[in-house]
């Protein structure tokens, strides 16, 4: 874990990965050499990055820049923990290979976000009965993954089965120590949830901060809508801090507070071709910057 914070981003603005045709005809190095050029040290993995580090360094290395980590989809409600290791290990290997600190995971066992027209509302939960055995593999899942140095940073995410703030607290109840949190600021607020006072309440387990904005007068023709979440990104329900509703200051003064070391990284989906990205990176890290730093975040 590095001694100071580090602002990175996400691939997503440039080229998404779950609606691929939105920015499908971006290199990869046009997405990299922005990302600097706006003023970021790292960036997440998305769909066009190589897979392994002896092609993916040399790429990263000629633009400046470092990988803070990658999305895994794990299947815990429907596989055991041998095999979600074995499948895992490639993704783990990479990371590890890459210096990465933190494993960016999601139970998308029937998830629905990545599905066009799929409404919200029909998205995944965990049965009562299956909490004690899904909270008890993602600890045993934690605990490999903390053995191979890194940390597990569970990502809620909408149209899965930990979206809302309630859900958030059952999984965190449930787990041990192991299972770190990634706080995603445009997540919560869409979920209906609150992200100071998720921040406040497990500010030292968490370990990654995606920071998205969110537009609220989208946000509510969406939800009235019942829409998809492919719809809402389209729509433009999420943006970079600083040009939606999202308050970070008092989130990122929490996480100050409780020692936070680790990336806060702009994360904010939207639509390419309507949302220049490099135009929007570049606004994302002049705002969050200037909340970090007056946050006392260094």
């Not at 958030?168 to 949830?193: K, N, P, Q």
Request: glycine share 10%; hydrophobic share 40%.
């Amino acid at each position: 874990m590095a001694d100071k914070v580090r602002i990175g981003t996400n691939p997503i603005a440039w080229s998404n990965d779950d609606m691929r045709e939105l920015g499908g005809e971006t290199p990869l190095v046009v997405c990299l050499s922005e990302a600097v050029a706006a003023g970021y040290q790292g960036i997440e993995l998305g769909h066009k990055f190589p897979r392994d580090a002896a092609t993916l360094t040399p790429i990263l290395e000629r633009q400046g820049i470092s990988l803070i980590s990658g999305w895994y989809s794990s299947e815990l409600l429907s596989r055991s923990v041998e095999d979600e290791i074995k499948a895992l290990e490639p993704h783990l290997s990479l990371l590890t290979a890459m210096g990465c600190d933190v494993v960016v995971w999601a139970e998308t066992t029937g998830c629905v976000h990545g599905t066009p027209g799929a409404k919200l509302s029909g998205r995944p939960v965990i049965d009562e009965a299956d909490w004690p055995k899904f909270c008890a593999r993602l600890s045993e899942i934690a605990a490999h993954v903390k053995g191979r140095g890194l940390t597990l940073a569970y990502h809620h995410h909408m149209g899965t089965v930990i979206e809302s703030e309630a859900e958030i607290d059952r999984m965190m109840e449930g787990t041990t120590d192991d299972v770190c949190l990634l706080l995603d600021t445009g997540h919560l607020t869409f979920a209906g949830g609150d992200p100071l006072a998720v921040a406040k309440r497990y500010a030292g387990r968490i370990a990654h901060v995606h920071c998205k904005d969110v537009r609220l007068e989208v946000l509510s023709r969406m939800k009235a809508a019942d829409a998809s979440f492919l719809d809402g990104v389209v729509e433009g329900v999420f943006t970079v801090p600083g040009d939606g509703d999202v308050d970070f200051p008092p989130v990122l003064k929490v996480m100050a507070d409780a020692g936070y070391k680790g990336w806060l990284v702009v994360e904010a989906e939207q639509d390419p071709a309507k949302a220049n990205p490099f135009e929007y990176a570049k606004k994302g890290y002049q705002a969050l910057s200037g909340y970090a730093r007056d946050a006392g975040l260094s």
